[in-house]
């Protein structure tokens, strides 16, 4: 079974005993101290100014701190990467490679490092280094990109047929090349008349910044990034071409957009000619995300030839660093979770129909509700108040009661934005749902009640519910409609927007599975590129004539979904039921792409409907009133049934850990290969001394053992002493104590005298 977090070890110099152990506990003292170790990686797809760094979790490897890699030296005319660096001679040691390039500006731009959830082992015991292969050990291969950390992504979207040129060209294929240009106006060295030239096609790419291109259309083999070619990607009609920029200095470049066509009397051998070009200057991105429509010059001429229209979108790093490379779920999905039941709005929509959910939706009371009746994963809907406080609500409007001039009794309802009212405005002053206000019918009377309130923020939520109840966040984000209005003029800058969520999240989620998901692919795009730790899905409506369609294409089907998810380089799609009831193979397009698929939609509030979508493969499915459509025989989250017997293995192969090798016990300790004990003796360390809920050993004793009640005395008595202690000490002071645990179960009167007064104490 897979754990989700482990937590960070700590180089000690001395393993000093409690001031509680009395002299008869005292042990001997081992100094730590260091020893060689050759660290050696192949790397065949370094690609130039790339260099491979190495991270781990001693302060010699610098802590998983990306700002603290340790760089290795490449072997001339080879693959292979490596250093000599030192190590503690005690404990076991844990590492990852890492890709990346250091900038002029001497910051750190991750390419891609390996992501297994276990990092890679150095055992205490191991004597001899050997040669790593990157991204590859434990019989897996995972690799993932990097997230930003103190660059900038600038992309570029050319869609929905861009090009609008003379009539002799609008029949052609174009292809369109983007390439930055750093601007350094007033400080170039003196140039020579003979160096000045009209040719834009021999531009040099700025040092430590990366242009990757892909399509999305009916051909799936472009859609992922690739490195772009030196005549740039071919846009047909309905393509969605996709342009990223990764840059340290967005502000110093401006970007030459060059566009190339064939001839029609070319050979395949031949290139593309140059037919013209434009240039985007820094000073035209007014926000984060915009449209931009401008002119394309001839090369040979200067005149004009026409317009090319495009949007543009612009990322930013969080400004608070909040990710390190100790640990990554962005891609990482168990095999054994599917058919996931997910808690739509909590308990589900209240206001939709007449037999809504008798519990306001998106309320603690309503997340509680669902969680206790079996949730899985809880969905609800996260926006902004006006004081930039994550709420939880669904509709980007609310109703406030007014009172007309000289009439006591009448009311009317004016309807407002949520993001125009400030958290104090939301929780205190009487709102209404847009249905209550637009009906004049009040539904709900119990805002009395702390937990039943409407907007609880995103900090109240994660620290309120139930720890191993996983969150499905959905960021809502205006959209812009087909007929070119939008959902909502948002006043919010998107990073801004991005940047007070997640970092509510990263800080206060503590060990709990999350998700986040987007019906914005931009905004989707935007928490992978901020963050490393959490998976993101795209949400789509496809095609269905419920609900009015989007603008941006990639909103516009399942498949088109799917490309995004895979260009993007994030977990999955949440897709709408309808869509997949009508054509069922959309699963598996989306499985055989890599990817996760959840659904949602009102076809899902049904339990037939619930059993065959399980069958279909679908990991998760999304529905209203779970506490009556449940499936579930016994009404627990997996995560909680994960962590139980998590923790019940942990407290097992601890106590295999302290028995000595007798005859008694020679079976006990020979385990198969796949329980991986090495890697335990880090995890039990850690978990233990930053007192894990989910899998600490004093919570997994009460379970264990519940009429113990002194275990927890017990064990933080000795939690310091299962790895970096004397083992004679050890088998002193644990042996009994867990072979006795192990032997009595739930009865504690079968603990022998000695034991059941230890935990008394």
Known sequence: MQRWFYLEEHKKQKIIPSKKMSLQQ??????????????????????????????????????????????????SASDLWTKTIKIPNIGDVLYRYVICVITEENTVNIRYWETNIHPRLIKESALHPGEDKFGEYDDKRNISTGWLTTQ????????????????????RLMNIKVTPVKLSFGMESHLDDSSLSTD???????????????????????????????????????????????????????????????????????????????????????????????PVTCNVKHRPLGTVNFDYLIIHPLPEKLCDLQVSFAKHWDPTWTGLEVGHRGLGASFKTKEG?????????????????????LEFDVQLSKDMIPVIYHDYHVCISMKRKKEVEHTEMLELPVKDLTLEHLQKLKVYHLVEGRNHEILFFDEDLEEHQPFPTLEDVLRNIDLHVGFNIELKWTMEMGDGTFELNNPFDMNTYVDKILEVVLKHAGERRIVFSGFNPDICTMVRQKQNKYPVMFLTIGITNKYPAYRDPRCLSIPAAVQHAVSSDILGVVVHTEDLLRDPTQVKLATDAGLVIFCWGDDNNDKNTIKRLKEMGLHAVIYDKLDQYTTKEIKESIFLVEARDSQRELMRLAALDVLPTTESSTTVHTLPESTN?????????NKIQEGSTATSLESLASSVNPRSEGIDKNLKRNRNLV?????????????????????????SKELPKKSRQNNKE
């Open 677 to 685: 004990r090495p890697f335990l003796d880090l995890s039990l360390r």
């Open 357 to 377: 959910n008798s519990i306001r939706e998106n309320t603690i009371a309503s997340l509680k509700k669902a969680a206790a009746s079996g949730a899985d994963l």
């Open 152 to 171: 900038t992504l600038v992309q570029f979207k050319f869609a929905n047929n861009p090009l609008k040129l003379k009539s002799r060209l609008n029949t």
């Open 723 to 747: 790895t970096n202690t004397d083992k004679d000490y050890q088998v002193k002071e644990q042996r009994n104590y867990f072979r006795d645990l192990f032997t009595a179960g739930d009865n």
């Open 26 to 75: 005292s042990f001997k003292v081992r100094e730590v101290t260091l020893r060689d170790w050759i660290f050696s990686v192949s790397a065949p797809d370094v690609r130039p100014g790339e260099k491979v760094f190495l991270t781990g979790s001693t302060v010699e490897l610098g802590e998983w701190d990306f700002n603290k890699l340790v760089s290795l030296e490449q072997l």
């Open 200 to 294: 834009t096609m021999d531009v040099e790419v700025p040092a430590g910044v990366f242009v990757e291109v892909s399509t999305l259309g009916n051909d799936t083999s472009v859609c992922r990034l690739k490195v772009q070619e030196q005549f740039g990607r071919e846009y047909r009609p309905n393509d969605i071409l996709l342009v990223n920029v990764t840059t340290p200095n967005h502000l110093g470049l401006a970007y030459l957009v060059d566009f190339y066509s064939y001839s029609s009397r070319a050979s395949t051998e031949d290139p593309p000619c140059h037919i013209g070009y434009t240039y985007i200057l820094p000073n035209m991105f007014k926000l984060s995300e915009g449209t931009l429509e401008l």
